[in-house]
């Protein structure tokens, strides 16, 4: 497969560094496209047997090109992910692959007429640890509550000052929940399945000068009783993820890459799981399982219809906040709009 990495900036620049480093079979990175005359010569410095596009049309052009990886900032990947499509190029595309659940449906519908692999990067789903959660919750029996916190998301004042583009609803769409925590919002519904309805206290700019969140407590509830609770805040600097999961027969506890199980027979075990580079290892695994589909030697598994249940939970935590309401599952994406305009118009309410 011959892939072009779209943008320059710190994920495309990770993704060629990795990718050229320790290369994976059958992927070749083909090509680089940025819009800056400066990034170009300094990439054909650095990776002289890499091609160049300045302009992403050439991309679309070149005959030679199998898929694109779109790095770029969130307001460009739906644009550039439909353009590709339209033109037969398979897309894996960073989250969030849009803003909108609507331009998600859109890029889901194109790649099935067309026959084109269309991903996002959820990498999360590969990791060891989420593999061993999802086998061991079989044991637990009917799973009663979860607990979810990510405060690991550290971001200081300067965070936001490095980038023209970041904090703000134009140019970012979001923040904690849309641009950090996505990644436990999309294990949420790989764990648990979709919540039927959510009530939410989420901060914008209460920590930092932005315009986004920035903090953010969800309740979740759903069909079969479950109840579930979740965090994320970009405000601590010590903070440390972890999982709680509670059924009928024992337990699950993760502190970081710690898993304790304990279960009401009496049996009690820990497993500890690689932390270092493993955010690495996952991406690479999501890859070559994207050339693997592209070659149609397997599913997709992580199409980027999975992107459209995230950004539900997302907007419905937001929506809950902005009107002091349960909000109710399935959420309508015209409501959400709807609901962003009238607090935009009207101001933050932090």
């Not at 997709?300 to 906040?321: D, E, F, Y």
């Amino acid at each position: 497969m011959r892939l072009v990495i779209i943008g320059y900036g710190n994920m495309g620049q990770r993704y060629i560094r990795e990718l050229t480093t320790v290369p994976l079979p059958d992927v070749q990175i083909y090509g680089i496209q940025t819009g800056s005359q400066e990034k170009a010569e300094t990439i054909l410095l650095e990776y002289p047997e890499i091609k160049v596009f300045l302009d992403f049309e050439e991309v679309l052009l070149d005959p030679g090109v199998d898929a694109i990886l779109i790095a770029t900032p969130n307001r460009l990947h739906f644009p550039l992910a439909k353009a590709a499509l339209l033109r037969n190029k398979h897309v894996l595309v960073e989250k969030p692959a849009a803003v909108s659940e609507s331009e998600i449906q859109e890029l889901s519908e194109l790649s099935e007429q067309r026959h084109l692999i269309c991903e996002v990067m959820f990498q999360s789903r590969f990791d060891p640890l989420i593999s061993r959660i999802k086998v061991l919750m079989g044991n637990l029996g009917r799973i009663q509550r979860f607990q979810c916190n990510n405060p690991q998301y550290y971001r200081d004042a300067a965070y936001f000052l490095d980038g023209n583009w970041s904090g703000t609803w134009e140019q970012d769409g979001g923040g904690i929940l849309l641009n950090q925590a996505i990644h436990q919002v999309d294990l949420l519904d790989f764990l648990f399945g979709s919540p039927v309805e959510l009530v939410s206290s989420v901060s914008f700019g209460r920590y930092r000068e932005i315009q986004v969140d920035d903090e953010a407590f969800l309740i979740l509830r759903y069909a079969c009783g479950l109840t579930g609770t979740f965090m994320a805040s970009f405000a601590e600097p010590l903070g440390e993820e972890s999982l709680e999961i509670i059924g009928e027969k024992g337990q699950l506890k993760v502190l970081s890459n710690v898993l304790t199980c304990q279960m009401v027979s009496g049996e009690t075990f820990k497993e500890t799981f690689p932390d270092q580079g493993q955010w690495e290892l996952n991406r690479r695994e999501l890859i070559r399982n994207f050339e693997l589909a592209v070659r149609g030697q397997q599913r997709s598994l992580v199409p980027v219809s999975v992107n459209r249940r995230a950004l539900m939970l997302i907007h419905g935590a937001w929506l809950s906040t902005w009107q002091r309401i349960w909000i109710q599952l399935p959420l309508k994406d015209d409501e959400y709009h709807v609901g962003l305009q009238k607090y935009r118009k009207e101001g933050s309410n932090r």
